[in-house]
């Protein structure tokens, strides 16, 4: 079975300084990796996703994430954050070519600081 | 266009009495259907997929239910509700990418 892992359930961090907000999977199979954002009182949408190829992808809005096979990472880091990226993320993953069932981490609240 | 559509919002029920949620989609046939919990310090757990009209696999052993009645309608219910039944409940419908979730605006159950 699939398990996603991510450790820290918050992350502070002053306006215009990076972030990283760690991601850690499980699984035999090959998977998907996903992150989704949670907006203050709205849905989840997807920010970005790996299914193969390069190995580092980009979201529209200065986020990225590189997967990493060895260490079972996909990490997401932003150089420099802003107030409007307050939000929860949440790292996802799904079997390859099997991916009927998607299983979320608890999430990290990312609080940004004025 | 797809939509998708959760209702009630907001939902407040004493212990032991009943539970129906519902969502629908428009805009798409046959879509992947899921329902997800979020509980505080839970993060996001997945309860109920569906493929199809009828075919429903459950994630999560524990006193709710889910049906699909019809291709793009799928209900969340319970006999009798828990107080660990309180939580943020989420219907999602896939897209065609992999991993491509399409959330509802949500149902907050509070089980008093």
């Known amino acids: 079975a699939q398990s996603v892992t991510q450790l820290d359930s918050q992350v502070p961090v002053f306006e215009e300084a990076p972030v990283e907000l760690r991601c850690n999977y499980s699984?035999?199979?090959?998977?998907?990796l996903f992150w989704y954002v949670q907006y203050p009182n709205q849905g989840l949408q997807l920010l970005l996703k790996?299914?193969?190829?390069?190995?580092l992808v980009e979201s529209i809005n200065g986020f990225e994430a590189e997967f990493n096979k060895s260490q079972t990472s996909f990490h997401l880091r932003k150089p420099s954050v802003h107030i409007s990226d307050t939000a929860e993320y949440f790292c996802?993953?799904?079997?390859?070519?099997?991916?009927?069932?998607?299983?979320f981490g608890k999430g990290t609240r990312l609080h940004i600081l004025p | 266009s797809q939509t998708i559509h959760q209702w009630p919002a907001t939902l407040v029920q004493p212990v032991g009495s009943p539970l129906s949620l519902e969502c629908t989609v428009e805009?798409?046939?046959?879509?992947?259907l899921y329902w997800y919990r979020q509980a505080a310090g839970r993060g996001l757990q997945l309860l109920f997929y569906?493929?199809?009209?009828?075919?429903i696999s459950s994630e999560v052993p524990q006193n709710l239910s889910a049906s699909r009645p019809q291709d793009r309608q799928f209900i969340l219910s319970s006999k009798k509700l828990l107080l660990s039944d309180s939580g943020f409940y989420l219907c999602?419908?896939?897209?065609?990418?992999?991993?491509?979730?399409?959330f509802g605006e949500g149902s907050r159950l509070t089980v008093l």
């Open positions: 999602a419908w896939k897209g065609g990418f992999p991993g491509e979730l399409f």
């Open positions: 699984s035999s199979v090959s998977v998907y």
């Open positions: 790996y299914l193969s190829g390069s190995t």
């Open positions: 996802a993953v799904s079997v390859r070519n099997r991916d009927d069932k998607i299983i």
């Open positions: 805009g798409t046939s046959n879509p992947n």
């Open positions: 569906s493929v199809g009209i009828g075919q």
